[in-house]
Nanobody
Framework: QVQLVESGGGLVQPGGSLTLSCAAS????????MNWYRQTPGKERVLVAT???????NYAGSVKGRFTISRDNAKNTVYLQMNSLEPEDTAVYYC?????????????WGQGTQVTVSS
């Protein structure tokens, strides 16, 4: 079992920046990838950014060039640096982990953190 705890959400003005953190604990051995998703009311949860254990990254087109995902393995923490925030970025942001055990993949989710971009 992997436990994920997000932090860093809040209210920010358009054009501002926020950094989200996701701290992993528990059975963190052999986590292959960590992801950030976001979800707004009435819509499905969508993938925002991915980082693999070897450091490769991928971003949704809507955030590419504005958001950066990174990992600190010593702290078992994943970050999402969000710049040039827009009202359309308002959502609950969720951290997600993918872990291999015996050739199977296990998925874990954090509780989510609210990001609101508004004047």
């Amino acid at each position: 079992q992997v436990q994920l705890v997000e932090s860093g959400g809040g209210l920010v003005q358009p054009g501002g920046s926020l950094t989200l953190s996701c701290a992993a604990s528990g059975s963190i051995f052999s986590i292959d990838a960590m992801n950030w998703y976001r979800q707004t009311p009435g819509k499905e949860r969508v993938l925002v950014a991915t980082i693999t254990s070897d450091g490769n990254t991928n971003y949704a087109g809507s955030v590419k060039g504005r958001f950066t995902i990174s990992r600190d393995n010593a702290k078992n923490t994943v970050y999402l640096q969000m710049n040039s925030l827009e009202p359309e970025d308002t959502a609950v942001y969720y951290c997600n982990s993918q872990k291999r055990v015996g050739g199977l993949i296990y998925i874990n989710w954090g509780q989510g953190t609210q990001v609101t971009v508004s004047s």
